[in-house]
T-cell receptor, first 111, second 115 residues
Framework: AQSVTQPDIHITVSEGASLELRCNYS??????LFWYVQSPGQGLQLLLK??????LVQGIKGFEAEFKRSQSSFNLRKPSVHWSDAAEYFC?????????FGTGTRLTVIP | GAGVSQSPSNKVTEKGKDVELRCDPI?????LYWYRQSLGQGLEFLIY????????KSGLPSDRFSAERTGGSVSTLTIQRTQQEDSAVYLC?????????????FGDGTRLSIL
């Protein structure tokens, strides 16, 4: 069965520092993977997606993610974090009829 | 419309009452999904619509929960005889076609509080 694990519940970084959010998935075949971001009181906004091809995918707001089949990982990265990046981040894998989400990582950005 | 629209944005009701939550998907999107987001539990799939039919209702937690979709567009999620554990944010999403190769676009959700 499909599942997603986000090991870090909460991460704090300084503004301008680099960021990596971890995501591990469980899926039998080639997965379709997404990262979403949720600001307080808002819905989920799509950051980027991986379906096939190049394992390094670029998204909006300067985010990128790398698909590593050998590690069953799809980690999200950003070279320099901005205060406006503070939010909750969700990794998801496609199932038969829905997305399976991780439990999310809350990002706090300190000045 | 430009995005997925959900109403109401907030709903407070007493235990035992029925509630209806509405979702208006992006125009032309054939697939529609309902999820529930509870504190500390992440996002939980409830039901999937393709057009007006619901081939997957596996996530509905009890028979108090039901949903319909009409005209291949608007969907309503109904919770009967609400319980306190129903308190959560209910998110609706739509995609152009079935989920496999299409990203889902989410509304801002309805925050439901059961007193």
């Amino acid at each position: 069965a499909q599942s997603v694990t986000q090991p870090d519940i909460h991460i704090t970084v300084s503004e301008g520092a680099s960021l990596e959010l971890r995501c591990n998935y469980s899926y039998g075949a080639t997965p379709y993977l997404f990262w979403y971001v949720q600001s307080p009181g808002q819905g989920l906004q799509l950051l980027l997606k991986y379906f096939s091809g190049d394992t390094l995918v670029q998204g909006i707001k300067g985010f990128e993610a790398e698909f590593k089949r050998s590690q069953s990982s799809f980690n999200l990265r950003k070279p320099s974090v901005h205060w406006s990046d503070a939010a909750e981040y969700f990794c998801a894998v496609v199932g038969a009829n829905n997305l399976f989400f991780g439990t999310g990582t809350r990002l706090t950005v300190i000045p | 419309g430009a995005g997925v629209s959900q109403s109401p944005s907030n709903k407070v009701t007493e235990k035992g009452k029925d509630v209806e939550l509405r979702c208006d998907p992006i125009s032309g999107h054939t697939a529609l999904y309902w999820y529930r987001q509870s504190l500390g539990q992440g996002l939980e799939f409830l039901i999937y619509f393709q057009g007006n039919s619901a081939p997957d209702k596996s996530g509905l937690p009890s028979d108090r929960f039901s949903a319909e979709r009409t005209g291949g567009s608007v969907s309503t999620l109904t919770i009967q005889r609400t319980q306190q554990e129903d308190s959560a944010v209910y998110l609706c999403a739509s995609s152009l076609h079935r989920v496999n190769n299409q990203p889902q676009h989410f509304g801002d959700g309805t925050r439901l509080s059961i007193l």
